[in-house]
C-alpha cells in the first residue's frame, strides 16, 4: 500500500484555521480592530454593511507598513509581536500568533490600503480565497485602510450558518465594546448601512462607559482602585438598585485583554453578597494589571481565556477590594482589613516577597482600610442585614429551642365547630372545585380524575405569548394614552435593537417613537397594562428580546415570547380565587396549553390512583 498521508495545501490549511479563529463577522472585527490598536493608532473606524456579511472595513492612522510588511501580514504566523519563546510570557499586544490575517483572507476578498507614515507612497495588496491578485503602489494616508468583502464566499456551510443581520449585528457591537472600553484614549466610531452607531471621543474610563451605554449610566456607578505589590484593580462597578436580569454589561480585562471568568465573577458576587437583588446581576468593567510572568494568555484561539498562576490570591484580592468600594460608598459595610481573613492561607511566593495590601500602593501596612466610623446610621443598616438569621443558626448550633418565625399550618374541615354530625345539606357528598395557591408560586385545582398542579408563571407566558402573537399577526391592539408622554433613554447598543424591532412593539399596544439619538418618546401602552414602570416594561422586554436572538425565531415570535416574559404573573404573586380560576379557564383556552413559551411544563396531573399508592 503506498502513502496516504500528504501535507494540505496553504489556502485549505487557513480555511481551517480559519474555522477556530473566525467564527462569525465580529470575529473579523476583533482581530482587525487589536491590530490597529497594536500599530498605535488614535484614531480607528469601523465601518459596517449588512451586519458584516458584505462589508467590513477598519480606518486607522497607527503606523503603517512597508511594502514588504504588507505581504508577509497574510502569511501564516507571521506576527511583528514575538520573536523567541520567551516573549509569550511577557505579552503585552492584543495579538501575537500571526493567525487572523491569513484566516480571514482565506474566506473573503480583502483590499488593504496601507502607508508608514514617514513614506510618500503606500501599497495596495488585494487578495481573494489566499490568492493575491493583485500588489502595487498607491497613493494614501498614512495608517492602515482595509476592507474584507463577501465573508465566507467560498464556504457556503459557514455561510448558511450565519445568523441574522440583528444577531450578528449585536455581536459586532458586543466586541466593539469590549475593545472600546479598554482603549478610552483612542478615538472610536462604528457605522452601520450609513448611520453613525458610536462616536466615543477621547476621554477617560468614566466617559468611556457613559459614551458606550448612555447618560444614565454615571449615576450607577462606583468607582474601584486598589494597587499592591502584586497587582492592581481599577475601573467601576454598579451600585446594586441598579443590577439587570441579565448579564449583559460585565467586563473583565487583565492587562487590557477583555477575558471571561466564571471564577473572577463568582468572586465579584461573593462581593455583592446579601446587598443584590435575589436573580439579578450587577455592572462591571474591571481592569486587572499583572506581571505578564503570573499569566498566560495562550490557551484559546480567540484568547478570551487565561491562566493565572495564582488564581485563588486574585480572586480574593478581587472580592476584597470591591466590598472595600462598595463600603466607602455606604452601599455595604465597609471593612476592616486589620479582621478580614480571606488572606489568611499560604501564598505560593515566599514570605519575603509576599504581595500586601495598602490604601495607596506604596506602602505594605493595611492601616489604610480603617472602616468609617460604625455608628453611621447606612452603615449600622447595612451591618445588620448581613448578621441577620445568625442568632438562630448560634441556637440551632446549641440546641437551644427556637420558635419558629413563620406561622404555624393549620388543616381546617368543614366539620370543624360542627355540634353533630349530619348529611342535611350534603356536606359529605358536595364537591369542592375551587382552586387554591401553594407557596404562591402553584395553583392546586381538582379534577375528576385526581388534581393538576399548575406553575402560575408558565401558564400566564402561555396565555400571554399567544395573545401578544395574535396582535402582532393581525396588527390590532388596544393602546391606552399617556396623560403626559414620557421620555425614555437608552444605551447606544439597546437603541439600536430597539429601531428594528419597533414597529412590532407598536403593534403590541405601545406607541413609542424615535425622539432623536438613543431617546424615544412613549405616548401609549397597552391599555391591560399600568402606569409607572414604564422603562423598565422596555428595558426588560429589551434584555429577554436580545437572549432570545440566538434561538432562530421570528421577530414576531421572539417579541411575543419576550414581552409575555416581562409581564407575567411571576412567582410570589398572591391571587384571588376569581384570578385563579380566571387563568385556568385561559390556559385551556390556548392553542397549546401544555407547554410555556420556553418548554417549561404549565401543569402536571396526579391521578388518585398514583396518590394512593404512596400511603
Known amino acids: 500500500m503506498g502513502d496516504i498521508i500528504r501535507l494540505l ?47 467590513i472595513q477598519i480606518i486607522d492612522n497607527g503606523c503603517g507598513m512597508s511594502e514588504t510588511d504588507a505581504r508577509m501580514a497574510f502569511e501564516r504566523h ?30 473573503a476578498h480583502v483590499e488593504m490600503r496601507t502607508r508608514k507614515q514617514k513614506d510618500e507612497l503606500g501599497t495596495r495588496l488585494v487578495i481573494e480565497g489566499s490568492e493575491v491578485v493583485r500588489q502595487e503602489a498607491c497613493q494614501c494616508v498614512g495608517g492602515t485602510n482595509i476592507s474584507v468583502k463577501n465573508l465566507f464566499y467560498n464556504v457556503p456551510a459557514r455561510r448558511n450558518f450565519l445568523k441574522s443581520n440583528t444577531v450578528e449585528m449585536r455581536h459586532i457591537i458586543d466586541e466593539f465594546q469590549r475593545i472600546a472600553l479598554a482603549h478610552p484614549d483612542i478615538f472610536f466610531s462604528l457605522h452601520h448601512n450609513g448611520a453613525e452607531i458610536f462616536h466615543l471621543t477621547v476621554g477617560n474610563l468614566r466617559q468611556r462607559v457613559v459614551g458606550l451605554f448612555g447618560g444614565g449610566t454615571n449615576k450607577k456607578l462606583v468607582p474601584v482602585n486598589e494597587e499592591t505589590d502584586f497587582l492592581k484593580i481599577t475601573g467601576f462597578v454598579g451600585k446594586p438598585e441598579f443590577a439587570k436580569k441579565t448579564r449583559g454589561e460585565q467586563f473583565f480585562y487583565v492587562n487590557n485583554r477583555y477575558i471571561k471568568s466564571g471564577y473572577l465573577n463568582h468572586a465579584v458576587m461573593g462581593a455583592y453578597e446579601e ?48 466590598r472595600h468600594a462598595l463600603g466607602q460608598y455606604h452601599i455595604t459595610p465597609t471593612l476592616d482589613f486589620e479582621q478580614e481573613t480571606s488572606f489568611n492561607f499560604p501564598s505560593k511566593s515566599s514570605p519575603s516577597s509576599s504581595p500586601t495590601v495598602s490604601s495607596s ?48 399550618m393549620t388543616i381546617k374541615s368543614s366539620f370543624s365547630g360542627a355540634t353533630e354530625l349530619d348529611d342535611a345539606d350534603k356536606t359529605f357528598t358536595k364537591e369542592t372545585r375551587e382552586p387554591y395557591q401553594v407557596h404562591q408560586m402553584y395553583i392546586i385545582s381538582p379534577i375528576k ?28 391592539a388596544y393602546i391606552q394614552k399617556l396623560l403626559f408622554p414620557l421620555t425614555i433613554n437608552l444605551s447606544t447598543a439597546d437603541s439600536t435593537v430597539l429601531k428594528e424591532i419597533l414597529q412590532e412593539i407598536n403593534h403590541l399596544g405601545f406607541d413609542l417613537q424615535e425622539f432623536g439619538k438613543d431617546t424615544f418618546v412613549l405616548h401609549g401602552m397597552p391599555a391591560e397594562m399600568t402606569e409607572g414602570n414604564e422603562q423598565s416594561i422596555i428595558e426588560q422586554l429589551l434584555e429577554q428580546y436580545k437572549s432570545n436572538v440566538e434561538l432562530q425565531l421570528s421577530v414576531k415570535e421572539n417579541l411575543a415570547r419576550s414581552f409575555a416574559r416581562s409581564t407575567s404573573i411571576k412567582k410570589g404573586k398572591s391571587m384571588t380565587g376569581a384570578e385563579m380560576e380566571s387563568l385556568i379557564d385561559q390556559l385551556f383556552a390556548c392553542e397549546i396549553p401544555f407547554k410555556s413559551p420556553q418548554g417549561k411544563n404549565c401543569f402536571i396531573t396526579f391521578d388518585l390512583d398514583d396518590l394512593a399508592k404512596k400511603f
Open 9 to 55: 495545501p496553504d489556502s485549505i490549511a487557513n480555511q481551517i484555521a480559519a474555522g477556530e479563529v473566525i467564527q462569525r463577522p465580529a470575529s473579523v472585527v476583533k482581530e482587525l480592530v487589536e491590530n490597529a490598536v497594536d500599530a498605535g493608532s488614535m484614531s480607528i473606524k469601523i465601518v459596517i454593511k449588512d451586519a458584516g456579511k458584505t462589508l
Open 78 to 107: 507571521a506576527t511583528s509581536k514575538l520573536r523567541e519563546a520567551k516573549d509569550l510570557f511577557a505579552i503585552r499586544t492584543m495579538g501575537f500568533r500571526g493567525e487572523a490575517m491569513a484566516s480571514i483572507a482565506a474566506i
Open 449 to 476: 380524575s385526581g388534581f393538576l398542579v399548575i406553575d402560575q408563571q408558565a401558564a400566564h407566558e402561555r396565555i400571554l405569548y399567544e395573545k401578544y402573537l395574535k396582535s402582532l399577526k393581525e396588527q390590532k
Open 275 to 322: 446587598i443584590l437583588p435575589k436573580n439579578t446581576y450587577p455592572f462591571y468593567t474591571i481592569f486587572i494589571d499583572i506581571d505578564p510572568a503570573h499569566i498566560d494568555v495562550n490557551v484559546h484561539p480567540t484568547k478570551q481565556e487565561i491562566k493565572f498562576d495564582d488564581e485563588r490570591l486574585v480572586y480574593n484580592y478581587l472580592k476584597v477590594t470591591i
Open 361 to 408: 500602593g506604596k506602602g505594605n501596612t493595611t492601616s489604610g482600610f480603617k472602616s468609617p466610623n460604625p455608628r453611621e446610621k447606612a452603615n449600622l443598616e447595612n451591618w445588620k442585614k448581613l448578621y441577620e438569621g445568625l442568632e438562630q443558626e448560634e441556637r440551632e448550633m446549641t440546641g437551644e429551642e427556637i420558635v419558629s418565625p413563620q406561622p404555624a
